[in-house]
C-alpha cells in the first residue's frame, strides 16, 4: 500500500504558488505538492505529469514543503564562480600595485603576478588562472610594437638614406654595372 502524500499544511500555498509561479522550477514544485493531495496521483504518475524523475519530484515536493510553500530565496542560482580564489575586493586589491606599475610606464610581468598570486594563496595555481584573473579585471595581452621603444629613428632614416644596393652601385667609368655580363 502507497504512503499517504504529506504536504497537507502548505497546499494552499502551493496553490497559490502554481497560478504566481515565475520559473518553471517553481511551477513543478507546485504541481509536486498539488498533484498527489488534489487528484490522488501516485509519485510516479505524477513525475510523468510534470515531466521528471521520480526523485527529482519527490525533490522538489520536499524542498517546497520545508520551505513552508514559500518560494526558495535563499538557494544561489545558476552561474557565478563557486570556485574562486579570490572574491572581486579581494583580486582589486591584490591588483593594486600591479595597476600602479603599469601606469606609471611599467611593463607587467606575468611571472611576478603568478609568484605573487602563489604566495597569496599559499599554493601553486596555473597560469592561465593568472590569465583570467588579469582578463577579468580589463587587461590583455599586447603584441608588441614593430620598432624598439629605445630605437633612434633619425640614425635609422638616416642608414636608409645612405645605403646603397649592390645592383644599382656605379662602376669607375660612370656608367651602370651590366647585370648580363
Request: with cysteine; aromatic share 4%.
Amino acid at each position: 500500500m502507497a504512503r499517504v502524500a504529506s504536504g497537507k499544511e502548505v497546499l494552499e500555498q502551493a496553490k497559490t504558488l502554481l497560478v504566481n509561479a515565475r520559473t518553471i522550477e517553481e511551477l513543478k514544485q507546485a504541481q509536486a505538492v498539488v498533484l498527489p493531495l488534489e487528484l490522488g496521483l501516485s509519485m510516479e504518475q505524477t513525475a510523468t505529469a510534470i515531466g521528471t524523475s521520480i526523485g527529482w519530484a519527490c525533490q522538489l515536493r520536499r524542498r517546497l514543503i520545508r520551505n513552508g510553500g514559500m518560494r526558495d530565496t535563499t538557494r544561489p542560482t545558476r552561474g557565478g564562480r563557486r570556485r574562486q580564489n579570490l572574491s572581486r575586493e579581494e583580486e582589486v586589491t591584490f591588483l593594486a600595485p600591479f595597476i600602479e606599475k603599469a601606469s606609471a610606464g611599467g611593463i607587467l610581468i606575468m611571472s611576478e603576478i603568478k609568484q605573487a598570486l602563489d604566495a597569496r594563496l599559499k599554493r601553486k595555481t596555473s597560469l592561465a588562472a593568472t590569465y583570467s584573473l588579469l582578463h577579468r579585471h580589463g587587461w590583455r595581452k599586447l603584441a608588441p610594437d614593430k620598432r624598439h621603444p629605445k630605437a633612434d629613428v633619425l640614425t635609422q632614416d638616416e642608414w636608409k638614406k645612405n645605403f646603397k644596393i649592390p645592383s644599382q652601385e656605379l662602376t669607375r667609368s660612370g656608367k651602370q654595372k651590366d647585370s648580363c655580363a
